[in-house]
């Protein structure tokens, strides 16, 4: 079992930056590709960006490329978001997501699940 806790949401003007942490804890991590995901209201959930543990290969969704940073921290088996340049569009809940084995870009996909975090965006 993995389990999941995100922290670093808040609230920013257009423009600014936040940093979204999630610890993770389980036996099996190396195991895990770890993702990124957020649900603004009355939408689906979509995929943000994925990082494996190991090799540390990244992948984001085309709203976020050079925005956005996804990275991990082996020792403290934390992973980040850096959020730069953040749009009112980027107004959502996000979620941390593992999946073992593969990477995930589909909510669907997903075995675990963080509680989420809220990033409001203002104008």
């Known amino acids: 079992q993995v389990q999941l806790v995100e922290s670093g949401g808040g609230l920013v003007q257009a423009g600014g930056s936040l940093r979204l942490s999630c610890a993770a804890s389980?036996?099996?991590?190396?195991?895990?590709?770890m993702g990124w995901f957020r649900q603004a209201p009355g939408k689906e959930r979509e995929f943000v960006a994925h990082?494996?543990?190991?090799?540390?290969?990244?992948y984001y969704a085309d709203s976020v490329k050079g925005r956005f940073t996804i990275s991990r921290d082996n020792a403290k088996n934390t992973v980040y978001l850096q959020m730069n340049s953040l749009k009112p569009e980027d107004t959502a809940v996000y979620y941390c997501?593992?999946?073992?084995?593969?990477?995930?870009?589909?909510?669907?996909?997903?075995?675990?699940w963080g509680q989420g975090t809220q990033v409001t965006v203002s104008a």
């Open positions: 997501a593992a999946r073992r084995f593969w990477a995930p870009t589909k909510a669907a996909e997903v075995d675990h």
């Open positions: 389980g036996r099996t991590l190396s195991d895990y590709v």
């Open positions: 990082i494996n543990w190991s090799a540390g290969r990244t």
